[in-house]
């Protein structure tokens, strides 16, 4: 069983930036892809951010590429979102997300992930 914990939510004003962190503890069985999603208010459940377990790939929503950056650290089990230039609608609560067995590649749809956090909110002002 895998525990994640994720910090670093807050109230920002637009254009302000913030850095979300993951925190894994508990045991792996393989190499695991890891996720940030979103959910707001009314709304699905999205993939923001996506990474295989070596780092070496990544996926990004169209509405935050070139705007937030996804990275780990798996010596440290820490998973990171840096999220530049904020906007009103980043508004969400945020959940990291861990799928073991994930043979070098990542996912973006939620029900392929198996272990989740309790998530942070991320409020952005106008």
């Known amino acids: 069983q895998v525990q994640l914990v994720e910090s670093g939510g807050g109230l920002v004003q637009a254009g302000d930036s913030l850095r979300l962190s993951c925190a894994a503890s508990?045991?792996?069985?393989?190499?695991?892809?890891l996720a940030w999603f979103r959910q707001a208010p009314g709304k699905e459940r999205e993939c923001v951010a996506a990474i295989n377990h070596s780092g070496t790939s990544t996926y990004y929503k169209d509405s935050v590429r070139g705007r937030f950056t996804i990275s780990r650290d798996n010596a440290k089990n820490l998973m990171y979102l840096q999220m530049n230039s904020l906007k009103p609608e980043d508004t969400a609560v945020y959940y990291c997300?861990?799928?073991?067995?994930?043979?070098?590649?990542?996912?973006?749809?939620?029900?392929?992930?198996?272990?989740w956090g309790q998530g942070t909110q991320v409020t952005v002002s106008s």
């Open positions: 508990g045991r792996t069985y393989s190499s695991y892809s």
């Open positions: 997300a861990l799928r073991d067995y994930s043979a070098g590649y990542y996912y973006t749809g939620p029900h392929e992930y198996e272990s």
